[in-house]
């Protein structure tokens, strides 16, 4: 590994020699900006560390967290430069699930029950969707406490990555039964944007275009 580099939030960056400067230029640096200061100081410390792999694992990222911080690593060996960025995020957004204040935790299951009472059927990624489809299955999955916790950590941490990317630059939303519509997934981006606001310059939604003056008469 090279010697750490400062990111945003004074979190710090190391990488394997091999691993290209524009990697770190045009996603890991840009990322780590757009992380709410909010959101930042709820997680502490960080530091990453881009390695080739694991070994034989076709595991993508490692994360854990302790008394001085979260430590992450992410796998960048045949793999796009954002698809490392979307995983950075994720890990971020599994660490942040475990910082939340009670009242927080509680605001986000009310939105989970409220989405499932109103029957809607999709979620945010693949994980989560596994996760719901598994708790929803039956009434004996349904009291299972484990199944619960699982899908509500996969469901946030997605939430949460996403939010991060709205802010990176702009997504589009894709629609189909086994993703989240819109208006749900309007409504959990606008809980964490309540928690962790923009930093400067950043937004949640494109702006609107400024809207032209009607013409006058002569």
Not at 63 to 90: N, Y
Not at 127 to 134: D, N, Q
Not at 147 to 171: I, M, N, P
Request: aromatic share 6%; proline share 7%; charged share 25%.
């Amino acid at each position: 590994m090279n010697s750490p580099r400062r990111l945003a939030h004074g979190w710090q960056l190391s990488a394997a020699p091999d691993i290209p400067q524009a990697l770190v230029r045009e996603f890991i640096r840009p990322v780590a900006r757009a992380v709410p200061r909010k959101m930042a100081r709820q997680l502490g410390a960080c530091r990453v560390s881009l390695v080739a792999g694991f070994g034989r694992s076709d595991t993508a990222s490692q994360w854990t967290a302790s008394s001085s911080g979260v430590e992450i690593s992410i796998a960048s060996r045949d793999r796009s430069g954002h698809e490392i960025a979307m995983e950075l995020l994720l890990c971020l957004g599994e660490a942040l699930w475990e910082t939340l204040a009670p009242g927080q935790v509680k605001a986000y299951w009310q939105l989970l029950d409220a989405e499932v009472q109103a029957g809607v059927d999709g979620e945010i990624d693949d994980e989560a969707l596994a996760g719901k489809t598994t708790l929803l299955r039956d009434r004996s999955s349904a009291r299972s406490a484990r199944r619960l916790q699982q899908y509500g950590r996969a469901s946030f941490s997605a939430t949460a990555a996403e939010y991060v990317h709205c802010l990176w630059h702009d997504v589009e939303v894709v629609s189909g039964r086994e993703h989240l519509p819109a208006l749900p997934l309007q409504r959990r981006l606008e809980l964490l944007s309540r928690w962790f606001p923009p930093n400067p310059g950043y937004r949640l939604y494109p702006a609107k275009p400024a809207r032209l003056p009607a013409p006058g008469r002569s």
